[in-house]
């Protein structure tokens, strides 16, 4: 069963930083394409930041700067670095890995960002 796992999340200060990760298992994490989206109370998700199989990568504007995604094909992983991070980053995170064939999503993790 393919599975993606999300990790990193937590209550941080404005201004602080966390680091999300997605493991997968049982599928071949190279050739897909990975992003983190995210969902806050009362809004639709929204795609955070994406990286394709070849490493092309975008983000959403209001993110542009202070988040980084990246993978480690080795790891079948991929990571979400967030900094300077804002109350408006509230949300649960999720991790999506997608072909033209296939879509999978993991459970999410809660990131709050609040004093």
């Known amino acids: 069963q393919v599975q993606l796992v999300e990790s990193g999340g937590g209550l941080v200060q404005p201004g602080g930083s966390l680091r999300l990760s997605c493991v997968t298992s049982r599928i071949t994490f190279s050739i897909y394409t990975m992003g983190w989206y995210r969902q806050a109370p009362g809004k639709q998700r929204e795609l955070v930041a994406g990286?394709?199989?070849?490493?092309?990568?975008n983000y959403v504007d209001s993110v542009k700067g202070r988040f980084t995604i990246s993978r480690d094909n080795a790891k079948n992983t991929v990571y979400l670095q967030m900094n300077s991070l804002k109350p408006e980053d509230t949300a649960v995170y999720y991790c999506?890995?997608?072909?033209?064939?296939?879509?999978?999503w993991g459970q999410g993790t809660q990131v709050t960002v609040s004093s």
């Open positions: 999506n890995a997608r072909t033209l064939r296939n879509t999978y």
């Open positions: 990286i394709t199989s070849a490493g092309t990568i």
